[in-house]
């Protein structure tokens, strides 16, 4: 089956730490893979995209970075987390469809 | 730049009541029109794709329509199992990526 793989599922990290959050696909190739962000009462914010191996395009200015070092991984990372990194990342990928994994609850103290 | 705007952004239904939950879009060259279910602490969950005016889908209580404008949720008899964050997407022709509204928090009380 076609799946979308996201860890981990929560997390608390200090100020100042690194990031990095992994986001692996199953059952397909060559997908568009995508990294979102969304804050509590809030909606899907984009932060990267990638249409293959090593291409990334970012949304927005930020503390993060991407990369997808393989066909089926994409990975979110920060080489110092803020207390605004902190929400409810999620991976996307163009897998059956427009398919999520289950999130990484990252919360900065 | 696409706009998706879903309302209303709460609903709360007794069980049974039907109701629609409307989004509203704007994009150059729409490609499809993705709905997902969302529980508390999940990624979204999809549901539906709808790709053209005038098609429509269903999913057990669920139905889904599609105008040039916007699309309808529509929920018939719903239970409390339904009880979710409802999102609506669109995918557009000209980018490699879809937005999303910010979703309407349904509430099915027994």
């Known amino acids: 089956s076609q799946t979308i793989h996201q860890w981990p599922a929560t997390l608390v990290q200090p100020v100042g730490s690194p990031l990095s959050l992994e986001c692996t696909v199953e059952g397909t190739s060559n997908p568009n893979l995508y990294w979102y962000r969304q804050a509590a009462g809030r909606g899907l914010q984009l932060l990267f995209y990638s249409v293959g191996i090593g291409q990334i395009s970012s949304e927005v200015p930020q503390n993060l970075s991407a990369s997808r070092p393989q066909d089926r991984q994409f990975i979110l990372s920060s080489k110092k987390l803020l207390l605004s990194d902190s929400g409810f990342y999620l991976c996307a990928g163009t897998v059956n469809g427009y398919t999520f994994g289950s999130g990484t609850r990252l919360t900065v103290v | 730049e696409d706009q998706v705007t879903q309302s209303p952004e709460a609903l709360r239904l007794q069980e049974g009541e039907s109701s629609s939950l409307n989004c509203s879009y704007t994009v150059s060259g729409l490609r499809g029109l993705f709905w997902y279910r969302q529980d508390p602490g999940k990624g979204p969950e999809f549901l539906f794709t709808?790709?053209?005016a005038g098609e429509e889908k269903e999913k057990e209580r669920l139905k889904a329509t599609l105008t040039k404008k916007e699309s309808f949720l529509h929920i018939t008899a719903p239970k409390p199992e339904d009880s979710a964050t409802y999102l609506c997407?669109?995918?557009?022709?000209?980018?490699?990526?879809?937005?999303f509204g910010t979703g309407t928090k349904l509430q099915v009380i027994p």
């Open positions: 997407a669109v995918h557009s022709g000209g980018y490699q990526k879809v937005t």
């Open positions: 709808l790709y053209s």
